[in-house]
C-alpha cells in the first residue's frame, strides 16, 4: 500500500509560481509511473504531466514549456514546478503513481491563480 501526500498549492498571480510536492510513503517509488494530474470545477480530471521510472517526461500541450515533472527517487518524492502562471490553470492538483498492477492517488492540493 502506497499513500501519497500533495503539498505546495495555494493562491497566486497570474505570471506567478508554484512548485508542487508529491511524498509517497512506503518502498519502491522508484517503480511507479508519476503523473500529476488537475480538475477544475464543473470539468473532467485532465493530465498534465508524467514522468517514467527512467526519467522521461511528458506534458500536456496546455502547459507545455511553463510546467516541470521531476522527481527524487531517494526522496519518494515527485515535483511539479509550475511558472507563468494563468487562472485556466486554477484547479485542484492530484498526483498519482502508476505500477503494473496498482494505482495510487493522493487527496489533492487547490492552485488557485487569481488577481
Known amino acids: 500500500q502506497v499513500q501519497l501526500v500533495e503539498s505546495g498549492g495555494g493562491l497566486v498571480q497570474p505570471g506567478g509560481s508554484l512548485r508542487l510536492s508529491c511524498a509517497a510513503s512506503?518502498?519502491?517509488?522508484?517503480?511507479?509511473?508519476m503523473g500529476w494530474y488537475r480538475q477544475a470545477p464543473g470539468k473532467q480530471r485532465e493530465l498534465v504531466a508524467t514522468i517514467t521510472t527512467s526519467g522521461r517526461t511528458d506534458y500536456a500541450d496546455s502547459v507545455e514549456g511553463r510546467f516541470t515533472i521531476s522527481r527524487d527517487n531517494a526522496k519518494s518524492t515527485g515535483y511539479l514546478q509550475m511558472n507563468s502562471l494563468k487562472p485556466e490553470d486554477t484547479a485542484l492538483y492530484y498526483c498519482?503513481?502508476?505500477?503494473?498492477?496498482?494505482?495510487?492517488w493522493g487527496q489533492g492540493t487547490q492552485v488557485t491563480v487569481s488577481s
Open positions: 512506503g518502498r519502491r517509488f522508484s517503480r511507479y509511473i
Open positions: 498519482k503513481l502508476t505500477g503494473s498492477i496498482f494505482e495510487y
